[in-house]
Structure formats: structure tokens, C-alpha cells
């Protein structure tokens, strides 16, 4: 397929792109653009190694299709994972060029954390000063009647582990009543969408199935709608739920329960030639064998590298703590030498997931979270509404020290407004 074909492919699948998918490409496009070669980058002229039917992309129609997708990688924490993109000067000159106007810290290098702020974004952030209120007795009413739709996050917020917050059940089934679309999004890679909806039941939730977007799920559709892997196969480092999750969107695996080891020679493990991708989440089985795995694959040309979520510590009741699966990512990362692309919160893919099967519109909805840089961060950059309930890891102080800071990056991370608990949407839902 041409270049300015897949420009137009790219572009039709705005709604479910990720930023990785959009780095590869601009990437692409830019080694094809004759005037700022990289030093990597074939010359020009040369056929492109993948594709040697690809067409040269004019300078204008670069920017012009820049502009959009660049658009839509706002806030800073998206540009964060695509440091390669941002390193590169043509993209620099295209943003500029399409009139995309301020930067902040210049610092093009690796692993930098480059900070854009687009002034269309900022256009649709509130000023700060009125954010992080409150939100309790007059102001209940007419936040929910300004929404459809909620989503809320579910540990910290509806549950603790296993122990159910007090009245969340009764607001849930509330919102329902009252004729509000209630969707559970979270970051957990351990369960199915159905496991979910059981445990929900046996708490008293009114929710089913589709209702619930987890990462387990999230992840096999990205891998099947983002990645086209539909019919594929992946190396698995992860939980059965996510093996049966993969299963139920078409996409094969290998790799689920443990790896058991055969030290004759580390480099020379069974690879199977038929994996596109390495996903890694939650693996109780996690082990020296599987990240040497996980090395050899995404050693191989063109395989590519997903992660469920980049949460690193897992808090459970009275204050102990276990490692998440971001630590199992970073382990396979600092092997590879490569960064993943997430799928789970504050990935936007989450939200777009969830959009692209349920009419929903994007300022009638409330994010409700316990979690400023996963939950509240996710909110602020869909452009929902947000809502801290602080039964949960984050503290009101959290949120005020972002607010504070002046720096556009954390400002994601103040949410509209704050709970104790889910609770407090109580006596406005029985009034
Ligand atoms: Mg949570």
C-alpha cells in the first residue's frame, strides 16, 4: 500500500490510534522525506525495506496530515512515550510549520520528557484555579445532571480488594435508575470482562459484561483493532484472563503459565515463528526464562511490544503493598532496550475502546477515580469531567500540589472536583 494510502488508513483510524502506531508511521513517512534524512534512515530514493511501492510524502501534505494526529497525542503524558518521534527534527519543523506553537524544554534526546503544550489543547482544560473543589451538597445535582455517562475506576473507588466501599453499591444501581450509562474501567489485568461482571454481581453492583473494560480485554483489542493481529499469535506474559480475553478476539498465544527453564543456552530457546507481538501484564509465573523470552522476540524485526499498564505497586488493605505489573514491563524493557506501548490508563485507548462501542459524548461524561496520574489523567485528557473519590491511593493534597506546580504536564492530574467517597453522591441521587 502507498504511503498517502496509509496516510488516509491512518487517519480514518483516528478514534483507535496509539501513539506508538502514530510514531511508527511519522517515523516512516519522515526516513521517505527527501529533505531531513536521518542519519539511520535509507536515502530516499532507495526503496523503503518494507514496502517498496511506498510513496514519497510532500512536504505540505506531511504537516497537513501531521497537524491532526499530533493533535491528537495531547497531553504531555502522551508525548512522553514517543520520544523517538519528538527527537526527530522534520516533525519539529512540521509542527511548526502547521502552527502548532508552544513548546516547552527543548531537550530533543532520548528518554526526555518533552513537554508540549498545543494552545487547542489548553483551549479545552479549564483554568486551574476552579478545579479540585469540593463536590458536595448544592453542587451534586447539577454536576450529574450534566452528564450520561459514568466511569469509574474500581479499586479505591467501588472496592478495596475484596470489601465493597459503603453505599457504592446503591450509587451505581442509582445512576442506572436515573437512566446513566455506568461503565467499569480499570487497570487490573487479572480478570475477564466476565469475572468482572460475577464479582460485581456478588457485590450488589447492577453491571454486566459489556459494561466492563479491564486491560485484559483492552489489551486483546487493541492487539486485534490497532496492532490488526486479528488471527495472530502473541508471546504471553501475563494472567489466564488475558489468554482467555486474546482467545475471544481471535488472537493466539503462547507463553501463559510458567516457563520451565532449560539453561543449555540462553540465547537459543524455541521461538515461535509465528508471534507478532510480546504483551506483558500480570504473571504470577513471571521468571528469568520468560524475560529472556521476551528478549528474543522483540529482538526480531518487527515485533511489536504492548504492555497492560505501567502501575508499579499495588495497594491492598491496612497500607501493604505488592509490585505491579509495570514492574514486570520495566523488567522486560531495560532487557530490550525498548519501550512498550500501554494500552491501560492513562492511555487514551481505554476511553476510545469503550467510545467506539457505546454512543457516548465526551463532556457529558464523569471519570471517576481514586488515582490522579491513571484515572484523573485519563478524565482531563478525553475531556471529561473528573471526579476524586479519596478512599483510594490519592490525597487532596496530591491533587493541590499539581495545581500549584504552574507546570502544564501535572495539570492533567487536578480533577474537577473531590469525594470522600462514591458515597457522597448518595443523598442527591435519593433526593
Ligand atoms: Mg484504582
Given at each position: 500500500m502507498g504511503l498517502r494510502m496509509q496516510w488516509k488508513t491512518c487517519y480514518k483510524k483516528l478514534p483507535l490510534a496509539a501513539p506508538w502506531a502514530l510514531e511508527r508511521f511519522v517515523c516512516r513517512a519522515e526516513a521517505l522525506h527527501p529533505e531531513d534524512p536521518h542519519p539511520e534512515d535509507p536515502h530516499p530514493e532507495d526503496p523503503h525495506p518494507e514496502d517498496p511501492h511506498a510513496e514519497y510524502l510532500h512536504p505540505e501534505d506531511r504537516t497537513l496530515l501531521l497537524k491532526p494526529l499530533l493533535l491528537r497525542l495531547s497531553p504531555a503524558q502522551q508525548v512522553t512515550q514517543t520520544p523517538g518521534l519528538w527527537k526527530r527534527q522534520a516533525v519539529r519543523s512540521s509542527l511548526l510549520d502547521a502552527g502548532i506553537p508552544e513548546f516547552q524544554n527543548k531537550e530533543w534526546g532520548e528518554n526526555q520528557h518533552v513537554t508540549w503544550e498545543s494552545t487547542e489543547y489548553q483551549e479545552h482544560m479549564e483554568p486551574s484555579g476552579s478545579k479540585c473543589r469540593r463536590l458536595s451538597g448544592a453542587l451534586v445535582k447539577p454536576l450529574l445532571d450534566s452528564v450520561d455517562c459514568v466511569l469509574l475506576d474500581c479499586d479505591g473507588v467501588i472496592w478495596r480488594g475484596g470489601q465493597v466501599i459503603p453505599g457504592a453499591p446503591q450509587v451505581i444501581n442509582l445512576l442506572k435508575e436515573n437512566g446513566k450509562r455506568v461503565f467499569f474501567v480499570t487497570n487490573n489485568s487479572t480478570k475477564t470482562r466476565r469475572m468482572y461482571a460475577d464479582k460485581l454481581a456478588a457485590l450488589g453492583f447492577d453491571a454486566s459484561e459489556e459494561e466492563v473494560f479491564g486491560t485484559a480485554y483492552c489489551s486483546a483489542m487493541y492487539l486485534k483493532t490497532v496492532c490488526g493481529l486479528e488471527g495472530g499469535k502473541v508471546y504471553l506474559i501475563g494472567s489466564p484472563a488475558m489468554r482467555q480475553e486474546l482467545e475471544a478476539v481471535g488472537i493466539r498465544q503462547t507463553g501463559a503459565g510458567p516457563d520451565p527453564i532449560?539453561?543449555?543456552?540462553?540465547?537459543?530457546v524455541d521461538l515461535d515463528p509465528e508471534v507478532k507481538a510480546v504483551l506483558v501484564g500480570?504473571?504470577?509465573?513471571?521468571?528469568y526464562m520468560k524475560l529472556n523470552r521476551a528478549l528474543q522476540y522483540l529482538s526480531r524485526q518487527g515485533c511489536l511490544f504492548v504492555g497492560t499498564n505501567r502501575d508499579t505497586r499495588l495497594p491492598l488493605e491496612g497500607g501493604k503493598t505488592v509490585p505491579g505489573p509495570g514492574c514486570l514491563l520495566q523488567a522486560v524493557e531495560t532487557a530490550a532496550q525498548r519501550q512498550a506501548q500501554t494500552v491501560g490508563k492513562p492511555n487514551q485507548f481505554m476511553f476510545d475502546c469503550l467510545a467506539s462501542q457505546f454512543h457516548v459524548t465526551r463532556d457529558r461524561c464523569l471519570m471517576v477515580g481514586a488515582r490522579l496520574d491513571t484515572d484523573i489523567m485519563l478524565g482531563s485528557s478525553c475531556g471529561l469531567k473528573t471526579l476524586l473519590t479519596l478512599t483510594g491511593v490519592s490525597t487532596v493534597a496530591d491533587a493541590e500540589a499539581h495545581q500549584r506546580s504552574g507546570r502544564a504536564e501535572r495539570?492533567?492530574?487536578?480533577?474537577?472536583y473531590y469525594v470522600e467517597s462514591i458515597a457522597d453522591l448518595l443523598p442527591a441521587l435519593q433526593g
Open positions: 532449560d539453561p543449555t543456552d540462553w540465547t537459543d500480570f504473571d504470577e509465573h513471571f521468571s495539570q492533567g492530574m487536578v480533577p474537577d
